[in-house]
């Protein structure tokens, strides 16, 4: 089966909804922040802090560990801002990599941001986190709408929810 990529901006669900997903289908849940902090031995904050570059260059490697999937199947929740990543995107385009697309508003996930622990991230770090916040939201749920074959409207779901709309967009199709 592969890969089932959650993707989403920031604070779309994507955790929650995988490993709700990851539950029903009895696969395997790998978060790809978790395995970044497990691989390198800092979270993705801090090696965004040594500079965005060496983020990238940590979460394709993180990713291209999963490549090919040695198990039948693996639901992976990807970070917000992997579609800023050219040499993820790439493996991305691997045989077995099924993506799903967590649709949230932009008032939501500022919600759920200012919500969370740690504080803001450090790509918010500007003169108006806000409206930098809102704009990468857009931008990036515009790239994960044109790459995801399933696109989920995440709203006001529970994450058990959100599993059960990926396994029944994905049946019909044979894909996913």
């Given at each position: 089966?592969?890969?089932i990529l959650?993707?989403?901006?920031?604070?779309?669900?994507?955790?929650?909804?995988?490993?709700a997903?990851?539950?029903?289908?009895?696969?395997?849940?790998?978060?790809?922040?978790?395995?970044?902090?497990?691989?390198?031995?800092?979270?993705?904050?801090?090696?965004?802090?040594?500079?965005?570059?060496?983020?990238?260059?940590?979460?394709?490697?993180?990713?291209?560990?999963?490549?090919?999937?040695?198990?039948?199947?693996?639901?992976?929740?990807?970070?917000?801002?992997?579609?800023?990543?050219?040499?993820?995107?790439?493996?991305?385009?691997?045989?077995?990599?099924?993506?799903v697309?967590?649709?949230?508003?932009?008032?939501?996930?500022?919600?759920?941001?200012?919500e969370?622990?740690?504080?803001?991230?450090?790509?918010?770090?500007?003169?108006?986190?806000?409206?930098?916040?809102?704009?990468?939201?857009?931008?990036?749920?515009?790239?994960?709408r044109?790459?995801?074959?399933?696109?989920?409207?995440?709203?006001?779901?529970?994450?058990?929810?959100?599993?059960?709309?990926?396994?029944?967009?994905?049946?019909?199709?044979?894909?996913?």
């Open positions: 089966m592969g890969i959650i993707t989403g901006p920031k604070h779309s669900g994507k955790t929650s909804a995988g490993r997903l990851a539950a029903l289908m009895k696969s395997l849940f790998t978060d790809l922040d978790e395995l970044i902090a497990e691989k390198e031995g800092k979270s993705p904050r801090e090696l965004y802090r040594e500079g965005p570059e060496v983020f990238c260059r940590a979460e394709a490697a993180a990713l291209q560990s999963l490549l090919p999937p040695e198990k039948a199947c693996v639901i992976l929740a990807a970070g917000g801002g992997l579609c800023d990543n050219p040499a993820a995107l790439e493996l991305l385009k691997s045989p077995g990599v099924n993506i697309f967590l649709e949230t508003s932009a008032e939501t996930a500022w919600k759920r941001i200012e969370a622990a740690g504080g803001l991230p450090p790509f918010l770090d500007t003169g108006n986190p806000r409206e930098t916040h809102r704009l990468l939201h857009e931008r990036r749920s515009a790239a994960y044109s790459l995801a074959k399933i696109h989920i409207r995440a709203e006001g779901k529970s994450p058990e929810q959100i599993a059960a709309e990926i396994c029944s967009a994905k049946a019909p199709a044979g894909k996913a």
